[in-house]
Structure formats: structure tokens, C-alpha cells
T-cell receptor, first 114, second 108 residues
Framework: DVKVTQSSRYLVKRTGEKVFLECVQDMDHENMFWYRQDPGLGLRLIYFSYDVKMKEKGDIPEGYSVSREKKERFSLILESASTNQTSMYLC?????????????FGDGTRLSIL | KNEVEQSPQNLTAQEGEFITINCSYSVGISALHWLQQHPGGGIVSLFMLSSGKKKHGRLIATINIQEKHSSLHITASHPRDSAVYICGVGTSYDKVIFGPGTSLSVIP
């Protein structure tokens, strides 16, 4: 089974801090994704990566950056955390066809910015 | 108008009831995904379909391409089916758009 592991289930940070969320997958998937999930808004794509060092902005990339130095690891960075970034963050991975292949999700990180 | 809509938003059912969750979309699609999210956050892929119907245990997913509509049915519902069910549309422009989810609670 595919395993997608996110480094923290819960995280509390202060405004202005630089925050790193880490995600690791063990199935050699080319695609990796970062989403945020807010009540009533569903899953919204922040960034997508289709290969090492390759990335593509999603629907809401403002205030975020990503890093993919190794195929199995995809990091989401909040450069200067703000309270409106309090949310559930979910990482996912998939085979190359991101539309016709299922995405495999991690358990999520519930991030609170105080 | 959102590109992917789900109804109902919330649903409470008695154990054993037949449940239907609906997904409608306004974009051209290549595939449609149904996901399940249990309390605590983890999301599991249930189905991917591009036509017709798929069945897995007590779960059935159908899609009508002409009407731009999909349904997820749960037969003989059980409290362990309580979760958020999310519809995701794999669009013809190489992007997946997710609906807001339907929160299901099955009461014993």
C-alpha cells in the first residue's frame, strides 16, 4: 500500500514565523500535491510537483513556497505565517496522470497560527 | 457558481438506510473521483470512474456524462460509514477540482 506520511498531525506557530510542513511518500510516485482544506471550501490546491525540482502553482499559492529536492519528499513552506493560514494541510501523491489516477493522501496537519 | 457541487451538505441516517450523495459539475471531465475522509483527517480514494457504474462492497458509484452528474450510494448503512464524502472532478484541462464534501452521520 502507498504510504504518505506528514511530519506533524498538529502544529501551533506564531505570526511571522517561517513554517515547514514535510511530506514523504514511499511508492516512487512522480506527482506530489499540497492542499489546504477549510470548512465549506473543500480541498484547494496550493502547489503541485511532477518531478524533482519541478513545481507548478495551484489555485492559492500566495504566501507559500515548496521544495522538492528528492522524489519522495515534498515540503511546504510558509515564509511568514499569518493567522489566515490557520487550516488543515494535506499532502498527496499519485502516478503521472493526475486526472485519471487516484491520489493517495497523508493524514493531514492541523496548523494553527496564533 | 462553483464548478463542482455536492448535495446534501449534511446528512443524518439511521443504521440500515440506503444513502445517496450527489455530485454535479459544470466542466468537461476525463474522470470523476469519490473520496472518503474519516474524522481525524485521513482521506481514502473510493472510486474513479469515467462512465457507467462501479461497485465495491456496499458502495456503488454512478456517473451520467450527459447530465454532468454522479451519485454515490451506500446500501445497508452502518455507523462506520460516518465520514465526509468528497467528489473530485478530473477535468479535461488536466486538473482535479474537488467539491465541498458531504458530511454523513449514521446513527445506530
Amino acid at each position: 500500500d502507498v504510504k504518505v506520511t506528514q511530519s506533524s498531525r498538529y502544529l501551533v506557530k506564531r505570526t511571522g514565523e517561517k513554517v515547514f510542513l514535510e511530506c514523504v511518500q514511499d511508492m516512487d510516485h512522480e506527482n506530489m500535491f499540497w492542499y489546504r482544506q477549510d470548512p465549506g471550501l473543500g480541498l484547494r490546491l496550493i502547489y503541485f510537483s511532477y518531478d524533482v525540482k519541478m513545481k507548478e502553482k495551484g489555485d492559492i499559492p500566495e504566501g507559500y513556497s515548496v521544495s522538492r529536492e528528492k522524489k519522495e519528499r515534498f515540503s511546504l513552506i510558509l515564509e511568514s505565517a499569518s493567522t489566515n493560514q490557520t487550516s488543515m494541510y494535506l499532502c498527496a501523491s499519485s502516478l503521472p496522470d493526475r486526472v485519471r489516477q487516484p491520489q493517495h493522501f497523508g493524514d493531514g496537519t492541523r496548523l494553527s497560527i496564533l | 457558481k462553483n464548478e463542482v457541487e455536492q448535495s446534501p451538505q449534511n446528512l443524518t441516517a439511521q443504521e440500515g438506510e440506503f444513502i445517496t450523495i450527489n455530485c454535479s459539475y459544470s466542466v468537461g471531465i476525463s474522470a470523476l473521483h469519490w473520496l472518503q475522509q474519516h474524522p481525524g483527517g485521513g482521506i481514502v480514494s473510493l472510486f474513479m470512474l469515467s462512465s457507467g457504474k462501479k461497485k465495491h462492497g456496499r458502495l456503488i458509484a454512478t456517473i451520467n456524462i450527459q447530465e454532468k452528474h454522479s451519485s454515490l450510494h451506500i446500501t445497508a448503512s452502518h455507523p462506520r460509514d460516518s465520514a465526509v464524502y468528497i467528489c473530485g472532478v478530473g477535468t479535461s484541462y488536466d486538473k482535479v477540482i474537488f467539491g465541498p464534501g458531504t458530511s454523513l452521520s449514521v446513527i445506530p
